[in-house]
């Protein structure tokens, strides 16, 4: 259990002390909640912090069950297990991803001023949330990063479910994930404070991040 993302960035940061003042490396956070945590390791790890705007694609009538997700360099993972079931649901997927699509530029234009992604080959990057339930979300930001042919790739997440756990570190190269219980109800459920973080919040905390460089 976790205070707030806050206390939970600060833990992970502990838990990542080898990637201390590593040359050339990112941290990278999944709006907005893992805005919040990536600025603890940020601070704590002393490296430079940037969003990595992916979002979620929910299935009709109920948006908080991923059916995919889409990042903001164009990757869409598909959650193959739930349209195995529900094979009508990949309909819905490409009728929402326009409008996703949306969202990510107007996030990318006030987020980064509209500027793509930095250089990613070669650098070690973390790549951090506040947590993930079926980790649609989180996989398409590692696939996307893999694309993006970085040297060392990172996950950071303070909890997560342990079948997901094993599906995100069988794709990366050092996977940190502070508590997995089983079973798991929602990331939520595992903070005393799980506010809704704002836009306005993820761009504070992308300038503080600036300010200690």
């Not at 326009?98 to 990510?104: D, F, G, H, T, Y």
């Amino acid at each position: 259990m976790f205070q707030d993302r806050v206390e939970a960035g600060q833990r992970l940061a502990a838990a990542l002390s080898r990637y201390a003042d590593c040359a050339g490396g990112l941290v990278l956070a999944i709006p907005r909640g893992g805005v919040v945590v990536g600025l603890q390791l940020s601070l704590g790890l002393r490296l430079p912090l940037d969003v990595l705007i992916t979002r979620k694609i929910g299935a009709p009538g109920n948006p908080e069950l991923a059916v995919a997700a889409l990042a903001e360099t164009g990757f869409l993972h598909l959650n193959q297990d739930l349209l195995a079931l529900y094979p009508t649901l990949g309909g819905a997927v490409y009728e929402q991803r326009p409008l996703v699509a949306e969202e990510i530029a107007r996030r990318r234009t006030l987020y980064r001023g509209g500027r793509e992604l930095p250089d990613l080959e070669g650098r070690t990057v973390l790549v951090v949330d506040d947590g993930v339930a079926t980790g649609s979300t989180f996989l398409a930001s590692v696939e996307a990063l893999r694309a993006a042919r970085v040297a060392r790739l990172v996950a950071a997440l303070p909890v997560a479910p342990p079948e997901t756990v094993g599906k995100i570190a069988s794709r990366v190269d050092d996977c940190v994930v502070l508590e997995a219980p089983h079973p798991f109800d929602a990331v939520g459920q595992h903070y005393l404070d799980f506010r809704q973080v704002d836009d306005e919040e993820v761009i504070h905390c992308l300038e503080k991040s600036r300010q200690s460089a």
